[in-house]
């Protein structure tokens, strides 16, 4: 049996890992399930953090998109080996600078300064304010987002060969991240309150 991975009928932080897979060519299931069914396997304790994606393979089940994609990277050879240490740390460098934007976003996504309790619930007693909202969203797009993008820009110029990917031709599960992430930023779609960013504003983001 192939592989299965569940997440959402959505893209969120289980594309990087769908894009690897259907990049390589390897076969994997790809289950979409509800928000009613993720709490119905909370309730059910089906998943052991309390959260998807979850991934299934050789009849074991695994949970946390970050260790789901180097396992699955390591499947499509889109991480590469020890055998290539340097490699292997622009790739491992570059998922810490996706993880730093997406950590920008947990507040917005939640209205709320900490994420869903173990309930799936949004704790009332730190909910933000419409002011509190509206100042993280300003910080965010005016400040901290700039910033972070800047870093993956600078980071991705300087790649091996002159790129596109941050080890040259090869595409990596990095960088498949990173385009997961551009192209919510690109429309929109990635967070309330948070604008657009010109596809011309980071050229070799644009590139991958």
Known sequence: MPPRLTYLDLKGIAEPIRL????????????????????????????????????????ETYSQSAAILRHVGRMTKMLPGFDDSHALMRVEMLLEGVRDVMSLFQAIWYDNVLPRAPDGERPIET????????????????????????????????????????NGADASVADVSVYALMDGLYNGSYAKGVRKISRDAYPCIRRL
């Not at 928000?35 to 994606?53: H, I, N, S, T």
């Not at 400040?143 to 990917?165: C, K």
């Open 127 to 166: 909910m933000l304010t419409p002011e509190q909202l509206a100042a993280t969203q300003r910080l965010v797009n005016d400040v901290y987002l700039p910033y972070r993008l800047d870093q993956i820009e600078t980071m991705l110029a300087s790649s091996v060969g002159g790129g596109p990917f941050v």
């Open 20 to 59: 690897a897979f259907w990049i390589s060519g390897v076969e994997f299931e790809d289950v979409r399930v509800s928000y009613d069914e993720v709490k119905a396997m909370r309730a059910a304790k089906a998943m052991l953090f309390g959260q998807v994606p979850i991934f299934e393979f050789d009849g």
